[in-house]
Nanobody, 118 residues
């Protein structure tokens, strides 16, 4: 069974950049699409970005298009989320999740906190 561990979150100012990482282990990671989700305080978890197993196709939520880029390295069992031009509304706990593009999700990690100050 795949285990997922996110890292790279932190406290930044509006306009800054961050790169989140997700390390996968314990399963056939490279066979699955990978997603990034986020959950802001008081809100439901929402889809952010997804990438197919080969990395050949990606999908983004409208709110992050042009600012976030998802990528993966199957040789290293890693998924990344490069975030630029961060906004206070991007503040959330970010999770990587294995499963279909946009869901359903079979498993997700413990999350990493991203806080963007104005």
């Amino acid at each position: 069974q795949v285990q997922l561990v996110e890292s790279g979150g932190g406290l930044v100012q509006a306009g800054d950049s961050l790169r989140l990482s997700c390390a996968a282990s314990g399963g056939t990671f490279r066979m699955y699409a990978m997603n990034w989700l986020r959950q802001a305080p008081g809100k439901e978890r929402e889809f952010v970005a997804a990438i197919t197993w080969s990395g050949g196709s990606t999908r983004y939520a409208d709110s992050v298009k042009g600012r976030f880029t998802i990528s993966r390295d199957n040789a290293k069992n890693m998924v990344y989320l490069q975030m630029i031009s961060l906004k206070p509304e991007d503040t959330a706990v970010y999770y990587c999740a294995v499963g279909s593009v946009g869901g359903p999700y079979m498993k997700w990690g413990q999350g990493t906190q991203v806080t963007v100050s104005s």
